[in-house]
């Protein structure tokens, strides 16, 4: 009985579904993990695993207010935020080796667009607020991403070559291929190219601390300042749904883009799940490690930073040029 | 569409790449210490690169020389410089910290620019012959301009002689991926070259310490007048 369940055919739209509540339930979830282990690496006992679920909880029961002067623009951005980063796993392969109908609505870029959509309207809404604070965080972290955004285009040109298209689900399958396809070095240079921008992108050492307090050296977390209870847990909840899709992203489409489920059966989707849990688990340890054994960089030194990211993603594309790379 | 090249020639590509990547981070390390560990790293990346390609083409000769370049270049070279700048760099460094010319994301960004120059300048041989691996020796062009780079943006001696003796493992590379079957006494005779050069650094090194007392070359431009 047991063996039949199991086996038995998922329907394409619940697979489609469960993607994006596997990302929408799992996300506070990771960032609980990677607090502990930090934690753990730091002597401290830590938060709970569960501890963001139960602050996103407590938050959605406080009051919200909204500075004077600020528009209705100030209360729609978490919104449209979320709505953004829970429309991405639509696009990316989270559970499946194949895609999915709505898979194909956005390539790439189109994925790049929303996630940039997302942290566009945040920043107005910082804007919005006159604080000084957020407005210092929004305006750098849109000067760093302008900074950052041409090693993303390397990185996309990189996967073009690589595959002949831009859709992740090709790059993915490209992957799988053969050995020979994971240990050249455009793909390697990419993948790495991707992760220091996943983590300037989500606020971790060496670009931001995550968990200061000092405003001076804030830039993503400085931008929320203004918001409260039910709309601060969204944005709460949008970056970590944000570190999830990066990490799903760097995961199932460059580094490890196995366990994904093959076929519709429910045993292989529920193992996509776990294997996607496990993979996301393991970068968020190393991101931990990283958080754990490097200082801050100083605000003016990020573009170092960039330029060492940019470096990695132009020569993936250059070792494409003269092929075989 | 690129199709992938086997395991092993993909690997000695992943390790030509490592290599022009470490190139850039001696250009940007601004301590001669962290230098010298980043060539050594980078001989010791050769020695597993002539493994790699005695492994996949069955060339015995290339163990030996594997374990010769890297004594030579990981433990001998490190250790003599380490020895050579051991009082001036302990008393900090005189001259090499901070003798950057250009920031280092510039500098980056401009090397990113000669590397590319020595991509394409390969490139445009068109080399596809499975004995020469057009990549690999791309990259060990790429390396050449970028230890040139090194040697312009950096104003003290000791960064100089080490951008010189990078030249000189970008020089090995392209021998190793293009002639591999080089009689083993010709990869020798070829190592102990850089010793010659060690040496004549050394003397430079010295003489210009004990006559300046810096290694920096800013101070150089006195003589002029």
Redesign the interface.
């Known amino acids: 009985m047991r063996g039949r369940a199991v086996s038995a055919a998922v329907p394409i739209p619940v697979i489609q579904l469960l993607q994006v509540l596997t990302v929408a339930l799992c996300a506070p979830g990771l960032t609980g993990v990677i607090a502990k282990v930090e934690a753990r690496l730091q002597g401290r006992r830590g938060p709970r695993v569960l501890q963001p679920y139960y602050d996103l909880a407590k938050l959605c029961r406080k009051e919200s207010l909204a500075p004077e002067g600020a528009s209705w623009f100030f209360l729609a951005a978490p919104l449209v935020a979320v709505a953004a980063y829970l429309t991405i796993p639509l696009l990316i392969p989270v559970l499946t080796t194949y895609g999915l109908p709505l898979g194909y609505m956005g390539d790439i870029l189109g994925g790049g667009f929303l996630l940039s959509l997302a942290s566009f309207v945040v920043a107005v809404a910082a804007l919005e607020t006159g604080s000084p604070y957020a407005q210092l965080g929004s305006s750098r972290a849109k000067t760093f991403s302008a900074i950052t955004e041409p090693v993303v285009l390397f990185v996309v040109f990189t996967v073009a070559l690589l595959t002949g298209t831009d859709l992740p689900y090709a790059l993915a399958a490209t992957v799988r291929s053969s050995a020979g396809e994971v240990i050249r070095p455009a793909h390697l240079l990419a993948s790495a190219a991707l992760f220091m921008v996943i983590l300037h992108e989500t606020g971790r050492i060496p670009v931001e601390t995550h968990t200061g307090t000092s405003e001076f050296g804030m830039i993503e977390e400085a931008r929320s300042f203004e918001h409260s209870g039910p709309y601060l847990a969204l944005l709460k909840w949008g970056g970590q749904l944000k570190q999830l899709i990066l990490f799903t992203i760097l995961a199932d489409v460059f580094l490890a883009p196995w366990g994904l489920a093959s076929t519709q059966r429910l045993g292989a989707v529920l193992l996509a799940i776990v294997a996607l849990l496990a993979k996301a688990t393991v970068i968020g340890v190393v991101v931990a490690v990283i958080d754990d054994s490097f200082a801050k960089l100083r605000l003016f030194k990020i573009t170092e930073y960039a330029s060492a990211a940019f470096l990695l993603a132009v020569l993936g594309v250059f070792t494409l040029y003269l092929g075989g790379g | 569409?690129?199709?992938?090249?086997?395991?092993y020639?993909?690997?000695a590509?992943?390790i030509?790449?490592l290599m022009?990547?470490l190139e850039?981070g001696m250009l940007?390390q601004a301590l001669v210490r962290d230098q010298v560990r980043l060539y050594a790293a980078q001989s010791a990346l050769i020695s597993v690169l002539a493994i790699v390609i005695a492994a996949d083409r069955s060339l015995p000769d290339l163990y030996a020389l594997a374990g010769l370049s890297g004594a030579l270049k990981v433990v001998a070279v490190p250790l003599v410089l380490r020895r050579l700048l051991g009082r001036p760099a302990s008393e900090e460094a005189p001259g090499v910290a901070g003798s950057h010319t250009l920031s280092?994301?510039t500098a980056?960004?401009a090397s990113?620019g000669l590397?590319?120059f020595g991509?394409?300048c390969?490139?445009a041989l068109h080399l596809?012959s499975p004995e020469a691996?057009?990549?690999a020796l791309?990259?060990a062009g790429?390396m050449v301009f970028v230890s040139f780079g090194l040697m312009i943006v950096r104003r003290d001696v000791a960064s100089q002689a080490i951008g010189f003796f990078s030249l000189e493992n970008a020089i090995s590379l392209a021998a190793l991926v293009v002639a591999a079957g080089l009689p083993l006494i010709l990869e020798t005779a070829f190592l102990f070259d850089l010793l010659v050069a060690v040496v004549v650094f050394a003397m430079l090194m010295r003489a210009h310490h004990t006559r300046a007392e810096s290694l920096s070359t800013a101070d150089l431009t006195r003589l002029r007048g």
């Open positions: 569409m690129n199709t992938a090249p086997g395991v020639q993909g690997a590509d992943v030509a790449a022009l990547l850039f940007r280092p994301a980056v960004l990113i590397a590319a991509f394409f390969f490139g596809h691996p057009a990549l791309a990259i790429a």
